[in-house]
């Protein structure tokens, strides 16, 4: 069954469409009407029959244009972002035009930021490719590129037009991949929605295994969750940041090795276990709960082993989160399951015990 969701405030809100199938010329002409040209972003690793099917369904509406990058992180790159802009400038994209992103973050991230720049804002439209950015990184409005100082340093808030979310392009996605998007919708199960971990629980079989019906049914609470969340917050100037539950820790697994052997989910799984086990130590929730929540991350099979990682190794990078204000580390941790608070209280030592397995 197809679902809809809205996301964004006034001018800005945009529409999310989840269904299988969901590519299809009824979801996506009320979005190309009205532009003369098209440009599709999608890089090589994005099987090429999906970006075909895009192309196919926006050429009767426009003239359309298409850039490939190279798939990977390094794709998210100032001279992209540079060579995509003259592209459009060379084709004549007046401010009426439109872009399309087709795959997964990466693409999403520098797609967005090029329509927020050129021209000083041209409209976009999502379609994510990966389970990581259906539930994640297409709905939101964060846009970004990489510069060598660090990751997403350069970007900004700019929301899409809309997003159409096609689960079954998820079929062609490694399992690793699939796994690790999986991280996020266990992250919105913990710090909002009860209902979805309840789902997580008692479907981990149908969830592993892609079963359609339950596989939209977590993208849509997942997004439900991020959508209530970035519309009451699009800045993060406050309640935003439970988004970031287990990435202070998982940020400092990623950078420690170098962004290489461990995906960005695989990394989220581990830094949401220590932010639990810390929620544990503080007091704020039960050892009832702590387990249910280990047991959960277990049930989806993720490495949840700590021992290579040193606190004094890691606690660099845990304080050069961008999460820092004034000075102050704000963890985000758990009060119950399901409802996750901001803290700039806590005890130190019960950062270096919550890294211990
Ligand atoms: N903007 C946000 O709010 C936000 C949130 C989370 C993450 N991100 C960003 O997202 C990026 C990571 O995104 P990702 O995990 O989707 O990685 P990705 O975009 O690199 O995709 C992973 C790989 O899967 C391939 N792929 C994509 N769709 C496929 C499909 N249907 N079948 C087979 N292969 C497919 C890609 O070519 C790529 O090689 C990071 O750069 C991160 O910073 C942004
Ligand atoms: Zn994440």
Do not use: C
Not at 85 to 91: E, F, I, K, V
């Amino acid at each position: 069954m197809a679902k809809e969701l809205f996301a964004g405030q006034r001018q800005n809100k945009y529409k999310i469409v989840i269904s299988k199938e969901a590519i299809l010329r009824k979801n996506l002409a009320p979005l190309l009407k009205q532009h003369n040209k098209t440009l599709i972003i999608s890089d090589d690793g994005v099987p090429q029959k999906i970006v075909r099917k895009v192309t196919g369904i926006s050429k009767p509406f426009s003239k359309v244009f298409k850039v490939i990058l190279e798939h990977g992180e390094n794709a998210k790159s100032v001279q992209n972002f540079q060579k995509i802009l003259n592209y459009l400038a060379d084709n004549n994209f007046d401010r009426t035009d439109l872009i399309v992103a087709v795959g997964g973050g990466v693409v999403g991230d520098i797609s967005g930021y090029v329509a927020s720049s050129y021209l000083r804002g041209i409209e976009f439209i999502q379609i994510p490719t990966t389970l990581l950015a259906q539930v994640d990184s297409s709905v939101g409005g964060k846009t970004a590129i990489n510069i060598s100082a660090g990751k997403n340093l350069v970007g900004a808030f700019y929301n899409p037009k809309g997003v159409i979310i096609d689960t079954t392009v998820l079929k062609t996605l490694p399992n690793r991949e699939f796994k690790a998007g999986l991280a996020e919708v266990i992250k919105y199960a913990l710090i909002e929605n009860k209902s979805l971990f309840s789902l997580l629980e008692t479907h981990a079989k149908k969830i592993l295994s892609m079963e359609n019906n339950v596989i939209e049914e977590i993208i849509f609470r997942s997004i439900q969750t991020k959508a209530k969340i970035v519309t009451k917050d699009e800045r993060e100037n406050g309640i935003r940041a439970i988004l970031n539950f287990g990435h202070t820790f998982g940020h400092a697994i990623e950078a420690h090795g170098k962004y290489k052997k461990i995906l960005h989910g695989e990394a989220i799984a581990k830094g949401m276990k220590i932010a639990s086990k810390i929620s544990y130590l503080e007091n704020l929730i039960t050892e009832k709960d702590h387990t249910k929540i280990i047991d959960l991350l277990h049930l989806y099979e993720f490495d949840l082993s700590l021992n290579q990682y040193k606190f004094q190794k890691l606690k660099p990078y845990i304080f050069r989160d961008k999460k820092i204000k004034a000075g102050k580390l704000n963890l985000v941790l758990l009060n119950q399951i399901s409802k996750a608070i901001i803290t700039s209280s806590f005890d130190v030592k019960n950062l270096q015990r919550g890294l211990k397995d």
